[in-house]
């Protein structure tokens, strides 16, 4: 076949040229620049809208009569959503296409904290949650493939990393700035707040991203019949097991510092809202590390070892220790995870067996295991709180955090690359 022969490549990233891999700033520039930045803006309000209500946790208690016990369920409803849409989620962009379902879910999200800003009782402000939780699974997954389609195989680390860690932005605001607005605004306010700028972000990322990243397939096609490998996936099934309880512990830690904090430190909801913000906002900064390391070094196992067990240890100190080393702690505990997801993110095409059609359900599949297993060390985390005090909390995060790499070593050791299956083959572009 002749140059003027061939047909023409499917829209998307070009293919990288021959030299190292290109670096950050190169990575947000152009159309996939634009439009990656618009699905991070996005992730930031996605993490401010599951962690504003942290701060509410005393208020919403007081005004429905309920304790820690019902805090836990307070934030094990948006876990719970979160992760039973994960899975769905992948499937829906394999029909529909992944921008499609992101966008779709960030509309759910949005709505359904506001709808929760309006709850006139405290089922029904656990019942949104949930919602709007189940709204986050749906943008989550699809959201990072189209991060991914956007940018050229090898050069996906850094922008991969980056919006991985972008909720730690999100989640800082949430807690740091959710505890400085609740006075003016009460907890009702401060979810209000959250749900009308993730509304009115949805149409800035519809005109960015372009209708090719993630597009749904040709009229008249059909994902693969057959249970899809991703959902059978050893790998992905120990990926997902072995760090539960690293969810638990980066998605409580922080919302749980600030009535901690308060109650069992005498700290004043600033001092505690700003410690907090440091148990996640430093994983901004471990994202894009993560990201890089995994396209460069082939010890994933290790590292996602040393990064997890380490700063998780350190958390069961904290009952113990004054403010800067509380500081130091959580600072460090939040750049180590921002790693670690950013790895776990970037891994799957590097997995046996990888269909690229199968992206956003691969980690869609193990995400969803961690936030289902969340939800539970989050509902055990109160109700160790309510039996044995505020000193368990740690213990629970900490140690649930450790004990579950124990499955760790049944992940495979993986490469550096892949050979392509046959669909990656014929599937253009990535």
Do not use: C, K
């Not at 309920?66 to 836990?72: A, T």
């Not at 059978?232 to 980066?250: K, Y």
């Not at 894009?288 to 990064?307: D, K, M, S, W």
Request: proline share 10%; glycine share 16%.
């Amino acid at each position: 076949m002749t140059p003027a022969e061939a047909p023409p490549r499917p829209p998307g990233p070009d293919p990288p040229p021959a030299g190292p891999p290109a670096g950050a700033r190169s990575a947000f520039r152009g159309t996939a620049g634009r439009a990656t930045l618009a699905l991070i803006a996005l992730r930031v309000l996605y993490a401010f809208n599951w962690f504003d209500v942290g701060p509410g946790l005393p208020a919403i208690g007081v005004e429905f009569g309920i304790g820690s016990v019902g805090w836990g369920l307070l934030l094990a409803a948006f876990f719970a959503g979160a992760g039973a849409l994960q899975i769905p989620a992948g499937l829906l962009a394999r029909r529909w296409g992944t921008r499609s379902v992101a966008l779709g879910g960030a509309v759910v999200l949005g709505g359904a904290v506001l709808a929760s800003s309006l709850a006139p009782s405290f089922l029904a402000l656990v019942a949104l949650r949930a919602v709007a939780g189940a709204g986050a699974g749906l943008f989550f997954s699809p959201a990072i493939a189209l991060v991914t389609t956007l940018h050229a195989e090898g050069r996906r680390g850094v922008p991969v990393g980056v919006f991985s860690s972008a909720y730690t932005v999100g989640a800082g605001l949430g807690l740091f700035a959710g505890a400085l607005l609740l006075g003016p605004l009460g907890w009702r306010g401060l979810l209000a707040l959250g749900g009308i700028l993730t509304l009115g972000l949805v149409p800035v990322a519809l005109w960015f991203v372009p209708r090719w990243a993630g597009a749904p397939p040709p009229a008249g096609a059909r994902p693969a019949p057959g249970i899809p490998r991703a959902l059978t996936s050893r790998s992905l099934w120990v990926l997902g097991l072995s760090f539960i309880g690293l969810e638990g512990a980066s998605l409580s830690a922080g919302q749980y510092f600030v009535p901690y904090a308060e109650a069992a430190r005498a700290w004043s909801p600033a001092l505690a809202g700003g410690i907090a913000a440091l148990f996640v906002f430093p994983s901004f900064f471990g994202g894009p590390i993560g990201g890089g390391l995994t396209e460069r070094f082939a010890n994933r196992r290790t590292q996602l070892a040393v990064f997890t067990a380490v700063p998780a240890a350190l958390l069961l100190a904290i009952p113990f220790v004054g403010l800067g080393a509380i500081a130091a702690i959580g600072s460090l505990f939040a750049f180590a995870f921002g790693m670690v997801y950013a790895i776990m993110y970037v891994l799957p095409p590097y997995l046996p067996g990888f269909r690229r059609d199968e992206l956003s359900l691969a980690i869609g599949m193990f995400n969803g295991i961690q936030l289902a297993g969340g939800a539970l060390v989050a509902s055990i985390a109160g109700w160790a709180v309510d039996v044995y005090g505020y000193s368990s909390l740690w213990w629970v995060l900490g140690g649930g955090a450790i004990a579950t790499l124990v499955l760790l070593p049944l992940f495979p050791v993986t490469g550096r690359t892949v050979p392509p299956s046959p669909d990656r083959a014929s599937a253009g572009p990535a």
